[in-house]
Nanobody
Framework: VQLQASGGGLVQPGGSLRLSCAVS????????IAWFRQAPGKKRELVAS???????YYPDSVKGRFTISRDNAENTMFLQMNSLKPEDTAVYYC????????????WGQGTQVTVSS
């Protein structure tokens, strides 16, 4: 199983970006997907997650601005980020948890998001 994240870039404060994460390989599920971020000198933190039952979670720092979603037919997950702030600058990683009997936790390679004027 491989995850390929894309969509990062440079954006001005108040702008938007949509991150994508393509999943390849055999996934049986059920699965949970999530996006994390890591800024320089800081720990990796969870910014959005969605369970197999479509329950979502967002920390207060991004609630109302970020939206996680997935397209099961295309094996792709997304993170829509609106009203971006300089403090959102970080490398963003996608993650997939496979809760089938096989199990497994899979990470994407990360995509840089820079919010700056």
């Amino acid at each position: 199983v491989q995850l390929q994240a894309s969509g990062g870039g440079l954006v001005q404060p108040g702008g938007s970006l949509r991150l994508s994460c393509a999943v390849s390989g055999s996934i049986v599920g059920p699965t949970a997907i999530a996006w994390f971020r890591q800024a320089p000198g800081k720990k990796r933190e969870l910014v959005a997650s969605i369970t197999s039952g479509d329950t979502t979670y967002y920390p207060d720092s991004v609630k109302g601005r970020f939206t996680i979603s997935r397209d099961n037919a295309e094996n792709t997950m997304f993170l829509q980020m609106n009203s971006l702030k300089p403090e959102d600058t970080a490398v963003y990683y996608c993650r997939l948890d496979d809760f089938s009997s096989r199990g497994g936790v899979y990470w994407g390679q990360g995509t840089q998001v820079t919010v700056s004027s």
